[in-house]
C-alpha cells in the first residue's frame, strides 16, 4: 500500500464514519413490501415512521431519477391508511401538490404507521412510464422502491435511512445490488441503507431467473429474470460479448464507481419496455425473446451498453441541475446532450468494441439515426438544446407528428455530434487523442463505492480543452442553437462515411419494421404507416404530406388494389420505372379520398459506403482496446 492510497483509505473511513453519524442521526424508517401478490399486480407496503405530534408531511417520489420528469406512478398509489398507538390518523393530500401528503399527528406519538398498495398498471399499453409502467408478470416482476414508499418532508434522500424487507411469490429467485442482511420464511431483509440507495436498487425476482457472472473484480453479473425458461438460454457468444463490454467499459474509463455491479434484464412482452440506469444496476425490459431471436437481439443491441455507460456518466458524473437533494424538488434537463447524448455515443462505440454489434451492424444503426436526424422538418422551429430543455412535460408526446414536433432528439443528434467531436480531437492531436481521453479524465479517477461528482457545460468545455484546446464552446453552441434544416453529418463524413440510400433494407431495418409492425417510407415518399396501413407520422415537405396526407389517416388502397406492406413497397419500388402518378387511397374520419402523389425515386433504405478519399476513423473509432 503506498502513502497516496493510505491518504485515500483514511478519507474514505473518515467519510464512512461522517454518513454512518448522519444516518444515526435520524432514526431509520422501517418498510416492509409484500410482493408476493405481484402476478395479480400489486404490492403492498406497510411502513413505520419515527414522528412527533404535529402535522407530518410526507412525499411520494415525484421526479425518478434517470426519468428526467415528474413521472412517480402517483395515480397508482392506493389504499392508503395512517395509525399511530392503534387509532387512525387524518390525512389530505396537499392541494397544490398531488404526490404530497399530510398527517395530523396527536400528543404522545413517536412512530406513524402507513399502509398501502402499489397497483402496478395491468397492461404494458397504459398510461405509466418507466417506473410506473408495467412491471410485474405471472411469473417475473422488477420492483422499484420508489413506487412503494413514502418519506418525510425535511432531510435529503442522503440523510434518511430506510430498513427494507421483500416477500416475493414462494419459488422466486432475486437479484439486486442492495446488500442483503438475511434472508428466510420467505422474506428478505436488507441491510439499513439510505433512501437515496433504496430508490437507486432495484431487485428483480422471478419463477425463471438465471444469473450470469460477467466479471470477479469487482462482480459483475446479469440477474435476468423471464417469462419462460427458453428464453434464458441464448448461445454462449451472446454472454461472451456482454464480458467483453464489461472488460472495453473499464478500458474506456480507467475506473468503475460501484461495489458491484448487476445487469437487471427483464424478458417478458408484458412489462413496459425501457432502460433505466443507476449506480450499481441497471433497470432494463425487452421482448421475452430478444435473448434467443436474432432480430430482436440485433434491435436491443444499444440497451444494455448504453446503461451500463451511465454509471459513469450520468451517476457518477452528473448535471449539477439534476442532483437534486430529494424526489420532490424538480429536475432541469438543460444537459441532458451530455447525460444522455454522450451516453448513446459511447454505447454505441462499446456495442461495436465488444462484440454486442459487428461492425457493420454498429453501422447500420449509424445510417438510421443519421437518416432519421436527417429528416426532421421541426429543426428549422426547434433547435436539439430545447428537445432536452421540454423533457419534463414532452416525453410522453405521441408519434403523431413527430418530426415536426421534434422527439428526444438529444439522444440520437448527440451520438452525431459526439462522433464530431471525437474527429476533431483525433485530427486536432494528429491521432493522438482521442475522446477516450476525455473519458479518463472526466469519468475515471478512482475506482470506489457510488459517487456523485457534479459538473456544468463549462466543466464540459474545460475537460475537453484539457484533451485537446478548440472551440469547444463556440462547437456545443453552434449545434445546440442552430435551426439548420439538415442533420449535422459533418464529424460522420470526415470520419471516413458516407450516409447513401439504396433499395436493400439491412437487417436491422427489417429488425425494426418487424417488431414495430409498421412500413417505414419516410425517406421515399415522407409516410410512416403501421402494417394496417394507419398513418403513424409524415416528414413535412415531402412527397405525400405535400399531396394531403397526414397523421392518422389510412391508407387503404394502392394504385386501385388493397393496402397490404407488399402491395406497397411493389408500388414504391416500381414508381422508378412507373411515369404514372402513384395513387393512394386514404380513410380520414370516415371519408375516403384518392391522393395522386408525384414520386419516381423508388425505395430508400440508409446505410453507410466508406469515402476511401479518407482515413477510416470510424474504424479506428470501435476497434476492440
Ligand atoms: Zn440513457
Redesign the pocket.
Known amino acids: 500500500m503506498n502513502l497516496l492510497s493510505r491518504h485515500l483509505a483514511l478519507s474514505l473511513l473518515i467519510a464512512c464514519l461522517l454518513t454512518s453519524a448522519l444516518l444515526a442521526q435520524t432514526p431509520a424508517i422501517s418498510l416492509s413490501v409484500d410482493a408476493t401478490e405481484a402476478p395479480r399486480k400489486i404490492f403492498h407496503a406497510r411502513m413505520t415512521i419515527p414522528s412527533s405530534a404535529g402535522t407530518l408531511t410526507l412525499y411520494y417520489p415525484k421526479w425518478i431519477p ?1 426519468e428526467h420528469g415528474p413521472t412517480g406512478p402517483i395515480q397508482e398509489l392506493t389504499g392508503l391508511k395512517f395509525s399511530a398507538n392503534g387509532q387512525e390518523l387524518k390525512w389530505r393530500r396537499d392541494l397544490l401538490d398531488a404526490w404530497t401528503f399530510h398527517v395530523e399527528v396527536p400528543a404522545g406519538v413517536s412512530n406513524v404507521q402507513a399502509a398501502f398498495d402499489f397497483a402496478s398498471p395491468v397492461d404494458k399499453e397504459g398510461q405509466g412510464i418507466y417506473t410506473g409502467g408495467a412491471s410485474a408478470t405471472d411469473k417475473m416482476t422488477i420492483l422499484n422502491w420508489n413506487t412503494v414508499l413514502l418519506y418525510p418532508a425535511g432531510p435529503t434522500s442522503d440523510q434518511l435511512s430506510y430498513e427494507a424487507t421483500l416477500r416475493l411469490p414462494t419459488g422466486w429467485k432475486f437479484g439486486t445490488p442492495l446488500p442483503v442482511a438475511s434472508q428466510g420464511s420467505g422474506e428478505i431483509r436488507f441491510s439499513p441503507v439510505s433512501l437515496t440507495t433504496l430508490v437507486d436498487s432495484p431487485v428483480i425476482g422471478g419463477e425463471f431467473l438465471r444469473v450470469v457472472p460477467l466479471a470477479d473484480n469487482p462482480i459483475t453479473e446479469m440477474d435476468i429474470a423471464a417469462d419462460s425458461a427458453a428464453a434464458l438460454n441464448p448461445p454462449q457468444y451472446v454472454f461472451d460479448h456482454y464480458k467483453s463490454l464489461v472488460d472495453q467499459a473499464q478500458k474506456l474509463f480507467g475506473a468503475h464507481h460501484y461495489r458491484d455491479y448487476h445487469f437487471l434484464y427483464s424478458l417478458s412482452d408484458h412489462v413496459a419496455h425501457f ?1 433505466l ?1 443507476h449506480h450499481e444496476s441497471n433497470d432494463s425490459r425487452v421482448m421475452e425473446r430478444t435473448l434467443i431471436d436474432e432480430g430482436e437481439r440485433l434491435r436491443e443491441a444499444g440497451l444494455l451498453p ?2 451500463y455507460v ?1 454509471s459513469w456518466n ?1 451517476k457518477y458524473r452528473r448535471p449539477a441541475d439534476l442532483a437534486t437533494p430529494d424526489y420532490q424538488k424538480p429536475m432541469q434537463d438543460d444537459l441532458l446532450w451530455v ?2 447524448g454522450m ?2 455515443y459511447l454505447g454505441d462505440i462499446l456495442s461495436a468494441r465488444s462484440g454486442v454489434r459487428t461492425p457493420e451492424q454498429f453501422r447500420d444503426a449509424l445510417a438510421l439515426i443519421a437518416a432519421e436526424l436527417d429528416h426532421i422538418p421541426g429543426r428549422v422551429w426547434r433547435n436539439l438544446q430545447d428537445t432536452a430543455d421540454g423533457v419534463p412535460a414532452m416525453q410522453g408526446a405521441p408519434h403523431q407528428w413527430e418530426s415536426w414536433r421534434r422527439d428526444l432528439d438529444y ?1 440520437d443528434e448527440d451520438v452525431l455530434n459526439f462522433l464530431w467531436a471525437d474527429v476533431i480531437i483525433r485530427q486536432q492531436s494528429k491521432n493522438a487523442k482521442s475522446l477516450d481521453d476525455f473519458c479518463k479524465l472526466f469519468h475515471g479517477g478512482q475506482s470506489g463505492p457510488p459517487a456523485v461528482k457534479t459538473y456544468t457545460f463549462d466543466d464540459v468545455v474545460n475537460a475537453l480543452n484539457q484533451v485537446v484546446p478548440y472551440n469547444w464552446r463556440g462547437f456545443w453552441m453552434e449545434r445546440l442553437t442552430t435551426h439548420a434544416p439538415r442533420a449535422p453529418l459533418t464529424g460522420l463524413e470526415a470520419s471516413g462515411w458516407k450516409l447513401v440510400y439504396d433499395e436493400t433494407p439491412s437487417e436491422l431495418w427489417r429488425a425494426t419494421e418487424a417488431a414495430h409492425k409498421r412500413v417505414d417510407a419516410r425517406y421515399s415518399i415522407g409516410l410512416l404507416l403501421h402494417d394496417d396501413g394507419t398513418i403513424e407520422d409524415t416528414v413535412e415537405g415531402m412527397a405525400a404530406p405535400k399531396a394531403g396526407i397526414g397523421p392518422g389517416m389510412k391508407v387503404t388502397g394502392v394504385n386501385g388494389r388493397r393496402f397490404t406492406e407488399e402491395v406497397f413497397h411493389d408500388a414504391l419500388k416500381a414508381s422508378k420505372s412507373n411515369s404514372g402518378l402513384l395513387e393512394l387511397l386514404v380513410e380520414n374520419t370516415e371519408y375516403y379520398k384518392t391522393f395522386k402523389i408525384d414520386y419516381h425515386e423508388g425505395e430508400k433504405f440508409p446505410h453507410l459506403v466508406r469515402d476511401e478519399s479518407k482515413p477510416d476513423l470510424l474504424g479506428e473509432i470501435i476497434k476492440p482496446r
Open positions: 434517470g432502460g440506469e448504453h446503461e451511465h450520468g447525460y444522455e451516453t448513446s439522444y
